[in-house]
């Protein structure tokens, strides 16, 4: 959809994922992964139990996402990043 707005105004559709490198199921290790997109989205913060561990959306702007990883193991403390989607 890329340099065409929609009624809304968006002009991308994107999509921020987590998996493994070979695609493997991770919910041996994993509990939830949380997504924290911008505010403006509707139910901004998105919650997977299993896999697919994906976000899709349109948009039309530039944003940071902030991604929690949960473990099952409860020893095991979240990991957070930040991941910038961009426009190309």
């Not at 199921?25 to 989205?41: M, V």
């Not at 899709?56 to 403390?77: R, T």
Request: charged residues 25%; glycine residues 4%; negative net charge.
């Amino acid at each position: 959809m890329a340099n065409k707005q929609d009624e809304a105004g968006n002009t991308h559709i994107w999509r921020c994922y987590a998996r493994g490198p070979r695609h493997e199921d991770l919910s041996s290790w994993i509990s939830r992964i949380e997504f924290r997109l911008h505010e403006s989205f509707v139910n901004s913060v998105r919650v997977f139990h299993k896999a697919p561990y994906s976000v899709e959306e349109a948009g039309w702007g530039e944003f940071d996402i902030n991604i929690a990883i949960f473990f099952v193991d409860p020893a095991e403390k979240p990991v957070e990043f930040l991941h910038h989607l961009r426009v190309r």
